[in-house]
């Protein structure tokens, strides 16, 4: 099982970013996907939620309206567009594929919020 964030980055205050997690080793369309962050000293918070066909999202209040979680199940792999991004979202960010009897993460993707 493997799932490998990529995207992140330095950004500006206000900027954008696109993560992305590439999925394999299981039935990716089966899971139900989250992304994570973990911001320095902090524990890991959760971020945002997609269900295993794509019809269903739930965003942390700190990101409703300006996160969006999306997924291709064609070719494994889940997204997370981030605008207005603040510094206090500086984080590591994780992927997650969650079942009923599987919890698998990937090693994170560091995302920067900085002038």
């Known amino acids: 099982v493997q799932l490998v964030e990529s995207g992140g980055g330095l950004v500006q205050p206000g900027g954008s970013l696109r993560l992305s997690c590439a999925a394999s080793g299981f039935t990716f369309s089966k899971y139900n996907m989250n992304w994570y962050r973990q911001a320095p000293g902090k524990e890991r918070e959760w971020v945002a939620t997609i269900d295993s066909a794509g019809g269903f999202t739930n965003y942390a209040d700190s990101t409703k309206g300006r996160f969006t979680i999306s997924r291709d199940n064609a070719k494994n792999t889940v997204h997370l567009q981030m605008n207005s991004l603040k510094p206090e979202e500086t984080a590591v960010y994780y992927c997650?594929?969650?079942?009923?009897?599987?919890?698998?993460w990937g090693q994170g993707t560091r995302v920067t919020v900085s002038s």
């Open positions: 997650n594929a969650r079942s009923t009897w599987n919890n698998y």
